[in-house]
C-alpha cells in the first residue's frame, strides 16, 4: 500500500520519522509524501528523516503559541491548525495522488497538537481527496497523570470519527520497567514502525519478490473498511544458520521433502498464533474483531501456503469471523521472518474503558477545583477581619 505520510504533534511526528526510517532500512517504499506538522519548532529539530522542507510549523502568528508549542491544551491545537488550514492545504496539494492508496495521519492522543490538529486535519482531508484516511494514535501511559487520560479520551472520540479507521498504539502495553523516558519513547516508536511497515509493505511492486499469495492494496483497504478502532498484533523469529546460506533459492518453498514442507508450515501457523496471543498493539479481546488481515514476511523459500491456509482458519475460529485475509510479502535479504495481524473494528477494549473512566475522574476533579478556586485565592490574598484595602 502506497501511503501519503502525515506526523502531527510532538509524538506524531517521531512515529512518523521512524517509519520513514523503517522503510528505508528495509528496502521498502511506502511513502510517496511525508510530512510533519507541530506547534513547537524545538520538537521539528529533533526530527532525523523528514527533510526539513517537510516540516511545517503551525501557530506561529497566534501570540499564545509563537512556535512554542500549545501547552497541552488541544482546544488551542485544533484551533490554530484551524487557523491554519490553507497553508496546511497548499502543502497538501503536492501529494501524488495518483500514487497513493491512502492517507496515514500519526498523532499522540495525550498531549495538545497532535490530539487537538489531527482530527480537524483528518476532516479536512477527506473533503479534498477520495482516498480513505487512516489514523494511527499513540494513547498515553497512566504515568502521564490525569490530563493526558483527559485529552485522549476526548480526541479519541474525534479522531475516530473523523478518519476510516483507527489504529490505536497503548503506551501502557509497551512501556518497559527498566526503560527511561526516552529510551522506552525510542523503543515503542520503533516497535510501532515495524508492525506498520510489515503490514503496509504488502503487495507492494518494489524490489521484492512478487507474492505467491498475492495480496494487494484493496485488501489492506477492505479490512480498515469496517471503520472504529483496529489493533495490530506482531510476531518474528530469526532464520537458521541453513537457511541464510540459501536465502532467494525457492526450492524449499516449492517443496524438498514432506517433512521438511511441513515443518515451515508449522513455522507460520505458529507465528500467527504467538503474534495474536503476545502483545498486540492495543490490547483487545480478539473475538471482537469484525475483520482480520495475515501478511508474512521474509525469504520466500520459510513460506507456506499450507501454513498460511493454517493460521487464517485459526484466526477465524478465534474472531468467529470468515472475514479473514491472508497474503506474504517475500523479502529475500530478510535475516527473519514476521508475521503482522490486523484485527479490525474491536470493540471490547479494556485500555479505552480505563482511559474513559481516568478522563471523567479528571474532569470532576477539574470542575471541583474551578468551583472553589475563587473563593481559595480570596482566602489567601484577603485579611481575615477584612481591615486591609487593596491600593
Known sequence: MKIALIGFGNAGSKVADEIFRYEQETGRSLSRYVVAINSARSD???????????????????????????????????????????????ALDGVPVYDIDAFLLVAGLGGGTGSGGAPVLADRISEMFDEPVYGLGVLPSKDEGGRASFNAARSLQSFVDATNNLLLFDNDAWRGHQDTVEAGYERMNKEIAARI????????????????????????????????????????TDLESETRQSQGLLGRFRGNGTGQETD?????????????????????????????????SGPPGEFSRKGLESARRWVEQQTASIEVLAGDDPRASANHVSAVVVLSNVTDVSRVDQLQEQAVDAADNIEDQASTREEDIERLIRDDEGRLDPL
Do not use: F, W
Open 44 to 90: 521539528l529539530a529533533k526530527l532525523d528523516e523528514i527533510p526539513t522542507d517537510k516540516q511545517i510549523l503551525i501557530g506561529q502568528t497566534d501570540e499564545r503559541v509563537k512556535g512554542h508549542g500549545v501547552g497541552s491544551d488541544p482546544e488551542l491545537g485544533a484551533e490554530v491548525t484551524r487557523r491554519d488550514l490553507q497553508e496546511l492545504e497548499r
Open 197 to 236: 511497515g510489515t503490514l503496509l509493505a504488502a503487495g507492494n511492486i518494489d524490489e521484492s519478490e512478487v507474492s505467491e499469495n498475492v495480496m494487494d492494496a484493496s485488501d489492506v483497504r477492505r479490512t480498515l473498511d469496517t471503520g472504529g478502532i483496529s489493533t495490530v498484533a506482531y510476531a518474528e
Open 264 to 296: 515451515t508450515a508449522k513455522k507460520i501457523s505458529g507465528l500467527v498464533r504467538q503474534a495474536v496471543q503476545s502483545r498486540l498493539t492495543c490490547p483487545a479481546t480478539v473475538s471482537s474483531a469484525e475483520r482480520s488481515l495475515i501478511v508474512i
